[in-house]
């Protein structure tokens, strides 16, 4: 059961996901800044870290898979590389569960380097013009700003959920 509301919270992640990257666009001259926000993969990220890494990695497949059918040019792209990030999470990162600022950095960074690995790809297959200046100033500040916004609101709601739930289901009715 546990298994079914993580689903469902990415699921609405995953639309506020796609809401906000939709609400937010800016334009400075010819220049588009570009916010990504990455809620679904930084909530798969926690759920790795607080919870089971085989459900982390169940979602992981399920939300790359989503995401790259529904935002992707080819497929493989964000199934890859939320894989590949929960694995990394899980095998390097499991004893900064305790300290939250780490926690919150190594997500930032995850969420950076999602968009650095997703622009490469871009770029090597010939979909984008990659021009490192341009990336980082109008697309990879932005969404970094971004992104440490929504992790501080998300951070809070998520732990204390996942608490009420193990209390919930964990304790015996007398």
Excluded: W
């Amino acid at each position: 059961m546990r298994a079914l509301y993580y689903f469902l919270i990415g699921v609405v992640l995953f639309y506020i996901d796609t809401i906000v990257g939709l609400l937010i666009p800016m334009q400075i001259g010819s220049k588009a800044i570009i916010f990504v926000p990455h809620l679904t993969l930084m909530y798969i990220l926690i759920v790795c870290i607080y919870r089971s890494f085989g459900v982390a990695l169940v979602l992981a497949i399920v939300f790359g898979l989503v995401s790259d059918l529904y935002f992707g040019a080819f497929y493989g792209l964000y199934l890859f590389g939320y894989i590949l990030l929960v694995v990394v999470m899980d095998f390097f990162f499991k004893v900064f569960y305790r300290d939250k600022e780490m926690l919150f950095i190594i997500i930032i960074v995850n969420t950076i380097a999602i968009e650095i690995y997703a622009a490469i790809m871009y770029g090597a297959i010939g979909l984008i013009q990659f021009d490192l200046i341009d990336f980082l100033a109008f697309r990879l500040v932005p969404t970094l700003i971004l992104n440490i916004v929504l992790l501080i609101i998300l951070f809070p709601i998520t732990t204390k959920f996942f608490e009420k739930l193990q209390l919930k289901i964990d304790s015996k009715k007398r």
